[in-house]
């Protein structure tokens, strides 16, 4: 199985930041990678397909990039509502893989 | 609009079985992929299993494989999960998830059922 290496695994931050959380596929996956945000409790929630295309109501502060192996979900301003948890996926080849997560909390 | 809504879930004792239901509606449920996803109390996302839109195709994680078994009925709108055998580190929520297009992941999900497995 492919595996996903999702870091950090948790960052502190404050409104208006810009944060960077990064994936690392262990082979190649063309640019077939998710983005999730899950809030406690919560189910998960798609922010980012294909890598770099952003899903419908999402806010343009999100952003992805990469390619290959590499991938990065970018928060350009940080807002209250973005303290939550980010997971990759792939989407490439089965079994589909998640990376670990990264908490994004309050500095 | 989309919903998807499991069912299903609740205690099991360690080696015991239990099925899981997932009903989709405002959307035409034989064209699309759909899968199941869990988290463990605490932890992070892990794909468990997909069928392709026409059943043919079955995927499985390898921590499942050979003791659960995805399947649906789309007559029902109805995607299950029969899972056999069940282990303590089996204990999550399961959600069901449905395709963007034929195959990619999407972004409708159910609200989750908790499994637990426990004695």
């Known amino acids: 199985a492919i595996q996903m290496t999702q870091s950090p695994s948790s960052l502190s931050a404050s409104v208006g930041d810009r944060v960077t959380i990064t994936c690392r596929a262990s082979q190649g996956i063309r640019n077939d990678l998710v983005w999730f945000q899950q809030k406690p409790g919560k189910a998960p929630k798609l922010l980012i397909y294909s890598a770099s295309i952003l899903q419908s109501g999402v806010p343009s502060r999100f952003s992805g990039s990469g390619s290959g192996t590499d991938f990065t979900l970018t928060i350009s301003s940080l807002q209250p509502e973005d303290f939550a948890t980010y997971y990759c996926l792939q989407d490439y080849s089965y079994p589909w893989t998640f990376g670990q997560g990264t908490k994004v909390d309050i500095k | 609009q989309v919903h998807l809504v499991e069912s299903g879930g609740g205690v099991v004792q360690p080696g015991g079985s239990l099925g899981l239901s997932c009903e989709g509606s405002g959307f035409t449920f034989s064209i699309f992929a759909m899968y199941w996803v869990r988290q463990a109390p605490g932890k992070g996302l892990e794909w468990v299993a997909g069928?392709?839109?026409?059943?043919?195709?079955?995927y499985y994680a390898d921590s499942v494989k050979g003791r659960f078994t995805i399947s649906r009925d789309d007559s029902k709108n109805t995607l299950y999960l029969q899972m056999n055998t069940l282990r303590g580190e089996d204990t999550a929520v399961y959600y069901c998830?449905?395709?963007?297009?034929?195959?990619?992941?999407?972004?409708?999900w159910g609200q989750g059922t908790l499994v637990t497995v426990s004695s």
């Open positions: 998830a449905r395709a963007r297009g034929t195959v990619a992941m999407g972004g409708y």
């Open positions: 069928v392709s839109y026409d059943g043919t195709n079955k």
